[in-house]
């Protein structure tokens, strides 16, 4: 969080100062202080925390609370350079009460109560420091957050705080507080940002391994906290964590509240982290009549990407995967990446990367891919992401039907009272304006064993504008949402006419869909019987493909035609749950006997 004026809530200054308020009185009973655009004197307080990086500044916090549980006792002092007070002074804030937005006011997230441009006077040093309240799934209420107010456009931050019947009112009413936590499951892996996510509520890391599974728009998972450190990572490094592990022994230090997770438990005593002892997973080999076709998020893979990448997910296919017979992959980037020249072609990339898997024990794939219109298909800017088939030709053969471009659709046309496309490989209604902006499906003609299977590599529209979960709205908007259900509706059409042309035809859709198994983009997906997503053929423990903000979730996808009436589906997770990540999303892979 970088803080500053831009982003801060201010009103007009009064004339008058609010002399010989505590922070209680600044904190109210809200979300925005009753004070804010005012200036104080002498506001009392033990220096709790420190930070001398990205928003410099220190807490305070009052050793004599009021009793109320709605009123924080604890406030940031925002200093802008490196403060100057160390934890245990007692000291003397005068200065402008603010409310700041991180990451901006348009985001949608909640405020942090601050005190910019402080006078500070430290009366004494060395001062114990007040008790840390301990967040545990006694303390935590198990409902997320109140409804918003309709009249004030959804927002809860002018509605009076009800810590016992809301967790995000919990956490409020101890925004700037000493808290501590002991001995909590970690539910998402640490980051390169140095930061992890725990749950105080350890029942919710309910997943087969160990996280925290996001099951509804409802089962926000209350107990997620993100865990950050006040000791330079020079000073100490952070600990690498994956979920399944647990981070020990007491944390505790000042809850903040940023735009990337909401709160935040920024600690000034830091727990280890014990081993869980979490292993990649691996997928059975598909047998001599089963087909196994796969998806896979590489993250923005390009051909100058050093070649531990190429090799790391070369081996996933290998060893993880079993080398599947088509391999549809998203996230295929140009040549030469984000160097913004107008290149498209990814010939290189798909070279190294093909040779990458044969160097590491896999098959000779082929590859079949259509380059997008330059700077027409989001994800970076200038690296042109696209969606690719590879496939075996030891095992399955492509039907090319020449012809298809960046704008042209493939067709669904019938041959012989069969099924067929006029383009293969080809787009899936490119001119549509729902994939402005967005990726287009990539449809293909595939043949195993005399049977012919239709493949649609997808990659939808980003969450991207989505209001948090911890936004000052709620329920948030999910504004994103309207792109990814025009993009179902035109994939359902497309399956639904290869059905017209042949009832019996086997049609596997499949990637990266950017949205939940309960969302209104899945029943879209499925709309009319065209299509069964897979993900519900397996346990409720076992369906996520990503971790975001440790919430352990569908965000990709395999659905199939009815005519695939009995197969095997399998999330191989190998990394959304571990720190050392080669993409940050699981593959997938489905198996059956055309």
Known sequence: MVAGLCGTLLGQPSAAAADGVRIRDIQGNTRISPLAGERVTDVPGIVTGVRTYGSRGFWIQDPRPDGSAATSEGVFVYTGGTPTVAVGDDVRVSGLVGEYYPGGEEDGGQSVTQISSPAVTVVSSGNPLPSAITLDAWELPRAYAPEGDPEDGGSIENLRLRPSRYALDRYESLEGMLVEIADAPVIGPSTPYYELWVTVRPREADTDRGGARYDSYDAQNPGRLKIESLVPVAQEPFPEANVGDTLTGTTSGPLDYDEFGGYTLVANELGEVAPGGLAPESTRPQRAGELAVASYNVENLYAGDDQEKFDRLAAAVVEHLASPDILALEEIQDDNGTQDDGTVAAVETLGRFTDAIAAAGGPRYEWRGIDPEDGRDGGAPGGNIRNVFLFNPDRVSFTDRPGGDATTATEVTRERGRAALTL??????????????????????????????????????????????????????????????????????????????????????????????????TRALTAGGALESAVRSLPRGDRYTYVFQGNSQVLDQTLVSPAIRRYEYDIVHINAEFADQASDHDPQVIRFRP
């Open 424 to 521: 293969s490989p080809g787009r899936v209604d490119p001119a549509n304006e729902a994939w402005e902006d967005s990726r287009k499906p990539l449809a293909g003609e595939f043949t195993f064993r005399g049977e012919t299977v239709f493949v649609v590599a997808n990659h939808f529209a980003s969450k991207g504008g989505d209001q948090p979960l911890y936004s000052r709205f709620q329920p948030p908007a999910r504004s994103s949402e309207t792109q990814r259900l025009a993009q179902a509706e035109a994939v359902n059409a497309f399956v639904r006419e290869l059905r017209s042309a042949q009832r019996d035809a086997q049609v596997v859709v499949l990637g990266d869909i950017n949205d939940f198994e309960f969302s209104a983009t």
